[in-house]
C-alpha cells in the first residue's frame, strides 16, 4: 500500500543546514520518495533553553513502508547523523530530529507511536511549513486548516524563513 506522510525535520547543532540535507537524502533512499518539501524556517527552541536555533521543515514522502517502519527508519537515520537516544520529555540540543507529523487520514495511538503527531497545532515551528505547503490542508478530525491553526496558535516562540 501506497501512503503519503509528512515528516517534520528539525536540527539545532551546526552544520544544522546540512544535517538537513543529509537527512532528506537518506529519507529519499531509505523511506520514499520525496514528493514535496516545504521551505527550510528558523526557530527558536521549543521546550529547553539554547543559544542556537533550529532549522526546521516539512518533507511529503510517498512510502509503502508500514508507519512501525518508517519510525525506525526515520530513528536510524538520525542515529546515522550523529543524534543520541531520544529521552521522553527531556528537550535538548540535537543534529536531527525526524517525527512523523502525519499519514493521510490514518490515526495511531500507541505508546510507541501517535499520528497525528499530538503537539502539531501547539508548534508553530511545525505550522508555519505545512501550511506553506497546503494552507487548507489539516489533520484527521480537524476541521480547522494549518492556516487557521498557524493564525491561533498559542506558541510565543518565533519562527523565521531561513531559505527557500
Known amino acids: 500500500m501506497l501512503r503519503t506522510i509528512h515528516l517534520g525535520l528539525g536540527s539545532n547543532i551546526e552544520p544544522r543546514a546540512s544535517y538537513l540535507a543529509e537527512?532528506?537524502?537518506?529519507?529519499?533512499?531509505?523511506?520514499g520518495e520525496v514528493v514535496a518539501q516545504s521551505s527550510v524556517y528558523e526557530s527558536e527552541p521549543w521546550g529547553f533553553q539554547s543559544?542556537?536555533?533550529?532549522l526546521n521543515q516539512v518533507l511529503v514522502c510517498q512510502t509503502t513502508q508500514s508507519l512501525l517502519q518508517v519510525l525506525r527508519t526515520t530513528q536510524s537515520i538520525e542515529r546515522q547523523l550523529g543524534r543520541t537516544a531520544k529521552t521522553s520529555g527531556i528537550y535538548r540540543a540535537r543534529t536531527l530530529d525526524i517525527d512523523i507529523l502525519l499519514a493521510g487520514e490514518e490515526r495511531i495511538g500507541t505508546p510507541e507511536l501517535q499520528i497525528p503527531h499530538p503537539h502539531i497545532a501547539d508548534r508553530r515551528f511545525v505550522l508555519a511549513p505545512l501550511a506553506e505547503l497546503d494552507p487548507n490542508g489539516h489533520a484527521p478530525g480537524v476541521t480547522a486548516s494549518w492556516r487557521?491553526?498557524?493564525?491561533?496558535c498559542t506558541d510565543t516562540g518565533k519562527v523565521r524563513l531561513y531559505a527557500r
Not at 537527512?23 to 523511506?31: F, G, M, N, Q, T
Not at 543559544?51 to 533550529?54: A, R, Y
Not at 487557521?148 to 491561533?152: G, P, Q
Open 23 to 31: 537527512a532528506r537524502l537518506s529519507i529519499e533512499d531509505a523511506v
Open 51 to 54: 543559544d542556537t536555533w533550529f
Open 148 to 152: 487557521e491553526l498557524l493564525a491561533r
